[in-house]
């Protein structure tokens, strides 16, 4: 398959970009990417940078909770932590397998990601508590509970492992819709990334389809864990993302 030309030089474009992102991770002092304010600005800029490279339009139903939160969204890309990324500062989850990709799966450690490796109690347990240590410092927390992406037509049952975090710290969850919609108003074909596709595969896609993708993040009322196991918060978080998922009702905003 060949590249139309516009593709190719967003492609490389993209490579700039994670190229810079690299030299910028590499001389900033340690953990300043999540802890202090500028660092954060440069974060949310090179989230924003992938979704104007890859020419998906960002758009916004209500907002983000101050931090300390846990900010909790159902998944369907990888570039649903671009999107998030833009908005939320904060730290990522994300499973072991994204440390191996190359320069990106090593930004995403300097900029706060929590690695965990699927099926590993031990490995649940030790993220868990850098979560509410994060909290303790005022930091939020973005986590994907489904532990998969889907096709975006339905929310997976969450993990409830994770969210004995947010309760042991008594901070709240914030949940949040993510879409694709095409002009239909159903989810773009190219958006999932699902199954056995692979990331090269999957960018090769999104970059032939620029000008047609829009991801569009609603954010809800904070749920609070007082009172609730982790597996019922985990079960409320998920109800109200269904509730919501595909209402079209009110029409986000762009972000510019």
């Given at each position: 398959?060949?590249?139309?030309g516009?593709a190719?030089v967003?492609?490389l474009?993209?490579?700039a970009?994670?190229?810079?992102?690299?030299?910028?991770a590499?001389?900033?002092?340690?953990?300043a990417?999540?802890?202090?304010?500028?660092?954060r600005?440069?974060v949310?800029f090179w989230?924003r940078?992938?979704?104007?490279?890859l020419?998906?339009?960002?758009?916004?139903?209500g907002?983000?909770v101050?931090?300390?939160?846990?900010?909790?969204?159902?998944?369907?890309?990888w570039?649903?932590?671009?999107?998030l990324?833009?908005?939320?500062p904060?730290?990522?989850?994300?499973?072991?397998?994204?440390?191996?990709?190359?320069v990106?799966g090593?930004?995403?450690?300097?900029?706060?990601?929590?690695?965990?490796?699927?099926g590993?109690?031990?490995?649940?347990?030790?993220?868990?508590?850098?979560?509410?240590?994060a909290?303790?410092?005022?930091?939020?927390v973005?986590?994907f509970?489904?532990?998969?992406?889907?096709?975006?037509?339905?929310?997976h049952?969450?993990?409830?492992?994770?969210?004995a975090?947010?309760?042991?710290?008594?901070?709240?969850?914030q949940?949040?819709?993510?879409?694709?919609?095409?002009?239909?108003g159903a989810?773009?074909?190219?958006a999932?990334?699902?199954?056995?596709?692979?990331?090269?595969?999957?960018?090769?896609?999104?970059l032939r389809?620029?000008?047609?993708?829009?991801?569009?993040?609603?954010?809800?009322a904070?749920e609070?864990p007082?009172?609730?196991?982790?597996?019922?918060?985990?079960?409320?978080?998920r109800?109200?993302i269904?509730?919501?998922?595909?209402?079209?009702h009110e029409?986000?905003?762009?972000?510019?």
């Amino acid at each position: 398959m060949k590249l139309p030309g516009g593709a190719l030089v967003r492609l490389l474009a993209l490579i700039a970009h994670a190229l810079w992102g690299t030299v910028v991770a590499t001389i900033a002092p340690a953990n300043a990417l999540i802890e202090t304010d500028a660092g954060r600005r440069i974060v949310r800029f090179w989230h924003r940078g992938v979704l104007s490279l890859l020419g998906i339009r960002l758009k916004t139903l209500g907002r983000p909770v101050d931090a300390p939160a846990l900010i909790v969204a159902n998944h369907i890309s990888w570039v649903d932590i671009a999107a998030l990324g833009a908005l939320c500062p904060g730290h990522f989850v994300a499973k072991s397998e994204i440390e191996g990709w190359p320069v990106l799966g090593w930004l995403a450690r300097q900029a706060g990601t929590f690695y965990i490796k699927r099926g590993d109690r031990k490995a649940s347990a030790a993220v868990a508590t850098r979560m509410t240590e994060a909290f303790i410092r005022d930091q939020s927390v973005l986590l994907f509970p489904e532990g998969t992406s889907t096709d975006g037509r339905q929310v997976h049952p969450f993990h409830a492992r994770l969210f004995a975090a947010t309760i042991e710290a008594g901070c709240p969850v914030q949940p949040v819709v993510l879409r694709y919609p095409d002009r239909s108003g159903a989810i773009h074909a190219a958006a999932p990334f699902i199954g056995d596709d692979t990331l090269l595969h999957h960018l090769w896609g999104l970059l032939r389809a620029r000008g047609e993708f829009t991801v569009e993040l609603r954010f809800l009322a904070p749920e609070l864990p007082t009172g609730l196991t982790p597996r019922a918060l985990a079960t409320r978080t998920r109800d109200v993302i269904v509730a919501h998922h595909g209402n079209a009702h009110e029409t986000p905003a762009e972000v510019l």
